[in-house]
Every structure is written in structure tokens, then in C-alpha cells.
């Protein structure tokens, strides 16, 4: 790998928007998602997750908040998962207002969604120079810190939100 | 009324009730119900509870007072007969007198509150509770009209269920899964009592019940049960446990042996090829003459029988589960279970139920449950209830527990 292109990709990197960096990214990790043997969307994985991550149960509205979209788009996600018998929810109650509790069904698929996008991303990762793979790794450790530390909802992750 | 001719009096109860049932839609049943029998039954109050499919919680879904105009007669156009909210009131293992009268399925009189199981054809449904004035001796006129009607109740709650959703939806805790409504759909009433013969099983948990299915039918002389087991999960699980379930119904109802049996279920899950796996299973069929059986074990069920207080694991040649099997690779087995005892098959779920420190639900937590002075009816109830508290709540994989018991247990009737 000559030294040309090195600097033409660090120039690349320089001028490109970080949309377009993480698209990249963004994609590897859908393919994982959907190569994994359960069939999930990438929000229904991310709902998965942050239930996992809340102790297990969570109300729908609070869920609305940690994946950044409106309370109706939480509740349909939730029945969605309810359906596929991956998360738990008690009957007869408001939807938004009801615990709403990830099953040991749905923490398996989580385990293998998780490891089906590891493994998309070591298999892309393994054709990078290693020094630019450690790079890599270091950047992304870097940004979970801080991104963990701002204690933000992470955003719209299925509508994009216009009026940002 | 005059106590005098209390016979006449309770048919006459049941043919109002069953005619006002048969006048209202399906899912204005249960009010009926409550609507005919506190009026009959000279209670000032009468609530209608029935109990999820965990039989973990009761919940009241129809209540009269004396005095209040009744929900039935409010159903004018624009009020559409809007049921009381459902409470949950009742924990099954709770101290309450309609508790203790669900799982004792005994009638309760407790001051003046009167509870009267509702069940019917291995459908342990819920409890009617009436409360009577304190000058009122219950044994007057509640307690019979509610015993007289309670069997009638039963089926036509059962009946209602089946053209609307409304009791369905409300005696559920949790909302089911799709694989859960398909499961619900083929499994046979959980319990039954007959001459002779005693069944009774659960899948834990029931709003989720996905891979494991169970079976029991009891004819003139002949008891069969089964227990299937998909392996993988989800819908796919689901969908093998069903398919076998339905092959094995179809070859014992067409006449054929257990070892046809197994292979009607081989080749209906090869046939679906992709999307269906193996299923474990074990099938049993008693001669309750005889009371001699056979049984055809294949794959991983744990068959266990369980006598005067002690719990042993039985040992029958494993065959290979269904999908698996090949011709003359089954053999039907003696069933070392002789009557009067117990025969307990179990899902290697229950077995395979990990506490949140990782340590398994073992045969002896098994043993204990089992040596409890209880119901053999009540007892994949107590089951469920332990394998489900050992793994903090919530079962990693379906958790079945079938009891059987025949002879002279009970034979001849009531």
C-alpha cells in the first residue's frame, strides 16, 4: 500500500461529512443485524438492547425517550416484539403507561444479533491495515465515552426528525 | 322463595340463566351470569373472577350489586354495556377466600362472603364470590343456587370464548405472544377428573408457551397422553410442535399404534422440510382396564413416577425424536408407572430452568413440590410456580410438567 493513498484517504476522511463516514459503518452493521438468524430490524435490536440495559423492564414511554421517537412508534415497536414473544407486557392497561419487560426469548436473540454484527464487522475489519483497525477501535471507544457521558437519547433511529 | 323445594327452585335458576346467556352476545356473558344469579340467589352482591392462564391471578370481570341498575341493562345505544374495569384483585396464592376457593376448588363460606369454584370439563375458569346480607344464612339459598349453577356458568363462559374475545382478553395477565395463541388454540383443557383417571398439565410460562406442547384424551377404556417438545424457538419451534401434535392426533384417531404414531409425525415434519425441526415427545397410551400401559419415548422428555412421597426417574429406552426417527428405530416400551401412581413427564425445560445465580432446578425441588399434600390437579399449578420463583420470575424455556394417575381412584362417579 503505497503511501499516496494513504494520504489520499486521510484527505478523503478530512473533507467528508461524519454522515457519510458512519455510513459505512451504519451499513456493516445492518447486515449483521439482518444476517442474524431472527429476523430483526435494527430498532427492534436497539429496543432490545436498551431494555437489556434499563435491568430488563421499562415503561413504553421511558423506552420512547432512550431510542429518541415518539411514544406511538415505541408502543408499535413494543407490540411488535410482544407478538414475536421477545418482550413481555401485562394486559388490560393504558399501552404507554404499562412495564413493559424483555423475555429470556428476547435476550437470547439479543446474543445473537450482537454476535452476528461483531462478526460483520471483524469480517470487514480484518481486510484494514492493523494500524488503521486500532485506530478505528480507539476512535469508537472514544466516542461510546463520551457519547455515554452526555446521557442523550441517541436520536431518531428509524424516522429522521425534520425539525432538528 | 320457600327452602322447601330448593331442586325446583335451582332448575328453575339454571333455565333462566341459561336462556338470558343464550339471548345475550357472547361477550356480554359474563354479565349475564351475574345479573341472573345475584337476583336468584338473594346475594347483595356477586362477582364474576376468572383466571388467567398462569392460574396466577383471578380477575373480576362482571359485577351486580342489588339496587344498581345492571351493565347489561345499560347497553342502550350510546353506552354499549362498557364492562366494569378489570381488577386485579385476587392472587392465586393469596390469602383471600376466593384464593383458597380456586385452588382447593372447594366452596368457601367466610362470614358473609360465599365462593364458588367455576369449572368445567378440565376448565378450572375462576370463582363466583357473593356477598350475602348479615342477616342471611348462606347455606339458605346462595350456596345451592351458586353449586347448581356454577357447572352451566362454566360452559357457557367456555362457549362465549369461542365467538368472542372480550372474555379471552380479560382474563389474561399478559398479552400473548402469536406463537402463544397458536399454542393455546390446539392444547386440550388442562385437568380432568373422570372414573378411574386423573390429568392435569401446564406450560410455563403460558403467555409465551412456544416450542412445548401437551395432549391427553380419555375415552371408554383408554387414556392417552403426550408430551412434545420442538426443538430451536420461536415461531418455527411453535410451528414443529403443532404439526407434530396434529400428526400424532391424526395416527390415534385413525387407530394406529404409538411407534405409527411417531412415524406419522416423522414424516409430516420431514415433508415440511426447511422451517421445522425435530420435536421430542413422549407418548402414552393406558389401557384403563388393565391399567397396564405403553409408551414410545423419544428424545429428551423426562418420565418420572411418583409414589408415597418419593420421586424416581423411569427408565425407558430412548428412541430418536420425531423428524429423526427411520423404520424400526421405535420400539413401544411397558410403562413402569402401575396404577395408583403417578406418571410425571417433564419438558427439559423445567430441569433446564437456571436460577440467576445459574444454578438448575433439580430433581429433588421436583420431589418436593410433588410431596406436598395437594390436588394432583392443582399440581403442574405448583410446579410452574416453583420452577418459575427458582429462575426469579422468568422461565428460560418452555417448562412442562403432565401428571397422570388412573385406577381405583375415583371410580364410579360423584
Redesign the interface.
Known amino acids: 500500500m503505497g503511501r499516496g493513498r494513504e494520504t489520499d484517504q486521510r484527505a478523503q476522511g478530512e473533507a467528508a461529512s461524519w454522515e457519510e463516514l458512519s455510513r459505512a459503518l451504519v451499513d456493516v452493521v445492518h447486515r449483521g443485524v439482518s444476517g442474524a438468524p431472527?429476523d430483526l430490524t435494527p430498532v427492534q435490536l436497539r429496543c432490545l438492547e436498551v431494555l437489556a440495559a434499563t435491568g430488563?423492564t421499562s415503561r413504553v414511554g421511558d423506552l420512547a425517550v432512550a431510542l429518541g421517537v415518539v411514544a406511538s412508534s415505541a408502543s408499535r415497536l413494543v407490540d411488535r416484539l410482544?407478538?414475536?414473544?421477545l418482550v413481555?407486557?401485562?394486559?388490560?392497561r393504558s399501552r404507554r403507561e404499562v412495564d413493559v419487560?424483555i423475555?429470556?426469548?428476547g435476550r437470547?436473540a439479543l446474543r445473537r444479533c450482537a454476535a452476528a454484527v461483531s462478526h460483520a464487522l471483524e469480517q470487514v475489519a480484518a481486510q484494514m491495515d492493523p494500524d488503521d483497525r486500532r485506530s478505528l477501535r480507539r476512535g469508537l471507544a472514544a466516542l461510546s465515552e463520551v457519547a455515554a457521558r452526555a446521557q442523550q437519547p441517541q436520536g431518531s433511529l428509524d424516522v429522521p426528525t425534520e425539525d432538528r | 322463595m320457600t327452602s322447601s323445594r330448593p331442586h325446583a327452585t335451582d332448575e328453575a335458576v339454571q333455565a333462566s340463566l341459561l336462556s338470558a346467556a343464550l339471548a345475550a352476545s357472547s361477550w356480554q356473558v359474563p354479565q349475564t351470569v351475574v345479573d341472573v344469579l345475584g337476583p336468584a340467589s338473594g346475594a347483595v352482591r356477586l362477582d364474576l373472577l376468572l383466571v388467567d392462564h398462569e392460574l396466577v391471578e383471578l380477575?373480576r370481570i362482571a359485577r351486580w350489586r342489588v339496587g344498581e341498575p345492571s351493565h347489561a341493562d345499560l347497553g342502550g345505544p350510546d353506552q354499549q354495556g362498557v364492562p366494569p374495569s378489570?381488577g386485579r384483585e385476587h392472587l392465586v396464592e393469596g390469602p383471600t377466600a376466593a384464593a383458597r376457593t380456586f385452588r382447593e376448588q372447594v366452596v368457601t363460606v367466610a362470614g358473609t362472603t360465599v365462593c364458588q369454584p367455576v369449572s368445567v370439563r378440565g376448565h378450572r375458569l375462576g370463582v363466583l364470590v357473593a356477598t350475602v346480607p348479615g342477616t342471611v344464612d348462606p347455606a339458605e339459598r346462595v350456596v345451592p343456587v351458586l353449586a347448581a349453577t356454577a357447572g352451566l356458568v362454566g360452559l357457557l363462559l367456555r362457549q362465549a370464548v369461542e365467538s368472542s374475545d372480550e372474555v379471552e382478553?380479560?382474563r389474561?395477565?399478559?398479552?400473548f405472544?402469536?406463537?402463544?395463541e397458536m399454542q393455546w388454540d390446539v392444547l386440550p383443557p388442562t385437568e380432568h377428573r373422570g372414573p378411574g383417571v386423573e390429568v392435569a398439565a401446564l406450560v410455563e410460562?403460558a403467555?409465551?408457551a412456544?416450542s412445548d406442547v401437551f395432549d391427553w384424551a380419555v375415552d371408554d377404556d383408554v387414556l392417552s397422553v403426550a408430551l412434545l417438545e420442538a426443538d430451536g424457538?420461536?415461531?418455527r419451534a411453535a410451528r414443529s410442535a403443532d404439526l407434530a401434535l396434529a400428526a400424532v392426533r391424526h395416527a390415534r384417531r385413525a387407530g394406529l399404534d404409538l411407534v405409527d404414531q411417531a412415524a406419522t409425525a416423522d414424516d409430516v415434519l420431514r415433508r415440511q422440510g426447511s422451517g421445522t425441526g425435530r420435536v421430542h415427545a413422549a407418548l402414552v397410551r393406558v389401557d384403563l382396564g388393565t391399567g397396564r400401559g405403553r409408551m414410545v419415548l423419544a428424545g429428551a422428555p423426562l418420565v418420572l413416577r411418583h409414589t408415597a412421597g418419593a420421586l424416581h426417574v423411569v427408565s425407558v429406552p430412548r428412541a430418536p425424536a420425531l423428524g429423526d426417527g427411520e423404520e424400526g428405530e421405535r420400539s413401544d416400551q411397558p410403562l413402569p408407572v402401575p396404577p395408583r401412581q403417578t406418571l410425571v413427564l417433564a419438558s427439559s425445560g423445567v430441569l433446564q430452568a437456571r436460577s440467576r445465580d445459574d444454578v438448575p432446578f433439580t430433581l429433588d425441588q421436583l420431589e418436593d413440590v410433588l410431596r406436598a399434600p395437594a390436588d394432583l390437579l392443582d399440581t403442574p399449578r405448583q410446579v410452574a410456580r416453583a420452577v418459575r420463583a427458582h429462575c426469579g420470575g422468568?422461565?428460560?424455556?418452555d417448562a412442562t410438567c403432565v401428571l397422570a394417575r388412573w385406577g381405583a381412584i375415583s371410580r364410579g362417579r360423584p
Open positions: 431472527d430488563g410482544v407478538a414475536l414473544g413481555s407486557r401485562r394486559a388490560g419487560m423475555t429470556a426469548a437470547r | 380477575h378489570p382478553v380479560r389474561r395477565s399478559h398479552v405472544s402469536v406463537a402463544a410460562p403467555y409465551l412456544t424457538e420461536g415461531l422468568q422461565v428460560a424455556r
